[in-house]
């Protein structure tokens, strides 16, 4: 691989790199969203549950409903969370690679640098 190449390669690899920041500073954004999300859906059942004790009748069959709907958002939640784990999960390993990538062209620098030492 001769100088242009590299050159062209590392640009590549650096923009690749970037990309990869900005999806993991994105996907973390999210995680904060979506955990906000849960502790509030759970505060919400917990709610609903002490009604569900001391409540009248009327009361506890709506908040048992109400709880219903909250424990179907909380699994749609989990299922996001699950997801945007994955996603991390193969961000991070593209970064690894990037990473690894500069080293190699890192390592084909410092070689022609000593190619030309006298």
Same mark, same amino acid.
């Given at each position: 691989m001769g100088l242009r190449e590299t050159e062209e390669s590392t640009e590549l690899v650096l923009e690749r790199m970037e990309n990869t920041l900005n999806n993991l500073e994105q996907m973390s954004y999210d995680s904060i969203n979506i955990t906000d999300r849960l502790v509030t859906l759970l505060s919400d059942a917990r709610e609903h549950a002490a009604i569900m004790k001391v409540g009248?009748?009327?009361?506890?069959?709506?908040?048992?409903? &109400? =709880?219903?709907?909250?424990?179907?958002? &909380? =699994?749609?939640?989990?299922f996001i969370v699950n997801n945007v784990s994955h996603d991390l999960e193969k961000e991070t390993v593209y970064q690894r690679e990037t990473v690894e990538t500069i080293k190699q062209i890192v390592d084909f620098f410092y070689s022609m640098t000593d190619d030309l030492d006298f």
């Open positions: 009248t009748e009327e009361q506890r069959t709506e908040s048992f409903d &109400i =709880l219903c709907k909250i424990l179907d958002s &909380i =699994l749609e939640t989990a």
